[in-house]
């Protein structure tokens, strides 16, 4: 099993908004996990479970590159993720999109 960890600081003046602009994302897309920082209020972090090698370097392309990328559809969460305008909330992160920080991580055997 593989995990996709998008971490990403927003801006405190923004807080508001993204708070629910992401809980429309989380109602559309329920395999988002999402966490906060309890040391570091405003660090956030989405977990995106099961996706493969391909579909996550897709995914970091759409989301550095504010493009909707993600060729084809290979399930149905990855199409309601590509549905997803996600530029909308370059503004509110701290240092802007390329401070967006994407990583993929499969089970150790």
Known sequence: MSKVFVEYH???QHR???SHWIQIVSDK???LELLEGVDQPGLFIEVWSGWSRETYLQMKQMRRSGTNSLAGSE???IARYR???WQSMDPW???GV???NIWHFEKVR
Do not use: F, M, R
Request: net charge negative; glycine share 4%.
């Open 29 to 31: 897309c329920p395999e």
């Open 83 to 85: 549905a997803i305008e």
């Open 16 to 18: 508001s908004v993204y």
């Open 93 to 95: 992160i701290q240092g």
């Open 75 to 77: 399930n149905e969460a």
């Open 10 to 12: 927003i801006l405190p």
């Open 98 to 100: 390329s401070k967006i």
